[in-house]
């Protein structure tokens, strides 16, 4: 009797890498999508889309965004934008309020979800009323620790200290 030997299936590993690293790139992009139409929902443009926005400047003490046509817009209600970290030219992060609550965009180009983002932006947290631990992230789905957090402190759009 005879016996066929079954030979193993050539292992495609590079394939299945390229595979999961689509679908998470697709996966990521979604997330952004959704985040950016909430910020056009809650903190919109004079003039175009957040998910339009190519960089952001704070200008005086106003938030410009510059979109990739050169063109500009500020937020329709600039009284929205509370504060940075780092430079106006190249800040670190925005802090955002509205009805009380703050959102921080976090922007980083060189991030894991920065890179990937033409305004380089690497994550979107909200102040939550959570008593323990106040902040959520919107890119990872997950609350974020305080204690990572810290107490953070910003500069205003006047230059003074804003703390939350």
Not at 71 to 88: E, K, M, V, W, Y
Not at 111 to 133: F, H, K, N, Y
């Amino acid at each position: 009797m005879t016996t066929l030997a079954t030979s193993p299936q050539p292992i495609q590993i590079d394939h299945d890498i390229t595979m999961i690293t689509q679908l998470n790139d697709s996966h990521v992009k979604q997330i952004m999508d959704y985040s950016k139409g909430f910020l056009d929902k809650t903190f919109p443009l004079a003039h175009g889309s957040h998910k339009a926005v190519a960089s952001y400047v704070v200008y005086y003490q106003q938030l410009l965004a510059f979109f990739v046509d050169g063109s500009t817009s500020g937020l329709a209600d600039p009284a929205q934008f509370i504060g940075l970290n780092g430079h106006r030219e190249a800040p670190e992060s925005l802090l955002l309020q509205n009805q009380g609550r703050h959102v921080e965009l976090i922007l980083n180009k060189s991030g894991s979800q920065g890179q990937r983002d033409q305004a380089g932006v690497d994550d979107i947290q909200l102040q939550t009323t959570d008593p323990v631990c106040h902040w959520f992230s919107m890119i990872t789905g997950r609350q974020v620790s305080c204690r990572c957090r810290g107490d953070k402190s910003f500069t205003a759009k006047d230059g003074s200290t804003y703390q939350i």
